[in-house]
């Protein structure tokens, strides 16, 4: 059934339109320096949100930002499709460093990786009703890592940073995220946040937001503010 409610001006107008008003468990997967960690934080105030950022610098000013913040945890480390230590890759600014597949070429080494399915066990963390990732190009692994949570329906809804230009290494390409998301029962909602490169014309690089099948039949009849 169509509506012409105003969509995509903001994700947490749209989640609760969904039916999600009140997330309680929160994953914010490649922090920074907790914007959106503190943003969320403000805008649902009964969640509880997991931040994840590697870089030692980015994660010190991280827990600065946070600290004394209640409903917030922290954590210094990497998420993938598998547990061990990696390198990282310095970008050209602080919001750019990411995980880098060539060791040998890491500016950043001896970072900590972890799974969402091995972190989701080892916190007892039963369901994520929104995971966001922005992670610079690694968001396919990140969601490999958490193939258990995806397999039984455990992550609600997902906001990834994403391109359309499949040339572009630093971000994921729009295509291989819904391909890989519509083969796990995944619906494409909206993009939200878009950025477009100056002197070119479409998009750079936004968020993507996909619901879970079950979230996305609720989705089919959403009630209008």
Known sequence: M????PWFITVEK????????????VFDVGAHHGQTTLHFRKIFPSAHIHSFEPAPG????????????????????????SRGSVSMESGHSDQAHKVCSDP??????????ETIDFYMNKER??????????????????????ANAIESSN?????????????????TYFNDLWNYLRSKDFSFFGL??????????????CNAL??????????????QD
Do not use: W
């Open 210 to 223: 996909f619901i879970e099948r079950t979230v996305s039949l609720a989705a089919t009849n959403p009630t």
């Open 58 to 81: 980015n994660f010190s000013e991280l827990k600065s930002n946070t600290k004394g913040k209640d409903r917030v945890k922290s954590n210094e480390l990497a998420l993938g499709s």
């Open 192 to 205: 939200y946040d878009v950025i477009h490169y100056e002197g070119l014309s479409g998009i750079g690089y």
């Open 2 to 5: 169509a509506t012409s409610a």
């Open 125 to 146: 963390i039963s369901c994520i009703d929104l995971l966001k990732i922005d992670v610079e190009g690694y968001e396919l692994e990140v969601l490999r890592g958490a």
């Open 104 to 113: 040998e070429n890491g500016g950043i080494p001896g970072v900590r990786m």
């Open 155 to 171: 992550i609600k809804v997902i906001l990834a940073e994403c391109d359309f230009n499949p040339e572009d290494t630093q971000h």
């Open 14 to 25: 749209d989640l609760a339109r969904i039916g999600i008003k009140n997330p309680a468990i």
